[in-house]
């Protein structure tokens, strides 16, 4: 599988709900249609957030993985 590359990465370790989500839709508004938005986050509750909001908001989910707790999602915006 070829390595997903993001055009940006938003790092939100070490924050809790609603902080990555508040955070993760700033930084999508401020990428192009089609851009990737690469989130970093420790918080378990995104492991729902993001998958939902990308559907709720038109956005593509490309990759989720979990590493040592540190979870890291890809997504393309819409």
């Given at each position: 599988?070829?390595?997903?590359?993001?055009?940006?990465?938003?790092d939100?370790?070490?924050?809790?709900?609603?902080?990555?989500?508040?955070?993760?839709?700033?930084?999508?508004?401020?990428?192009?249609?089609?851009?990737?938005?690469?989130?970093?986050?420790?918080?378990?509750?995104?492991?729902?957030?993001?998958?939902?909001?990308?559907?709720?908001s038109?956005?593509?989910?490309?990759?989720?993985?979990?590493?040592?707790?540190?979870?890291?999602?890809?997504?393309?915006?819409?």
């Open positions: 599988m070829a390595e997903i590359k993001a055009t940006t990465t938003l939100t370790t070490g924050k809790c709900c609603p902080m990555p989500m508040v955070e993760t839709t700033k930084a999508i508004k401020a990428l192009a249609s089609g851009d990737i938005l690469e989130i970093v986050a420790t918080d378990v509750g995104t492991l729902r957030d993001i998958p939902s909001w990308c559907e709720r038109g956005h593509t989910l490309l990759s989720m993985t979990e590493h040592d707790k540190v979870l890291r999602y890809f997504v393309r915006k819409a």
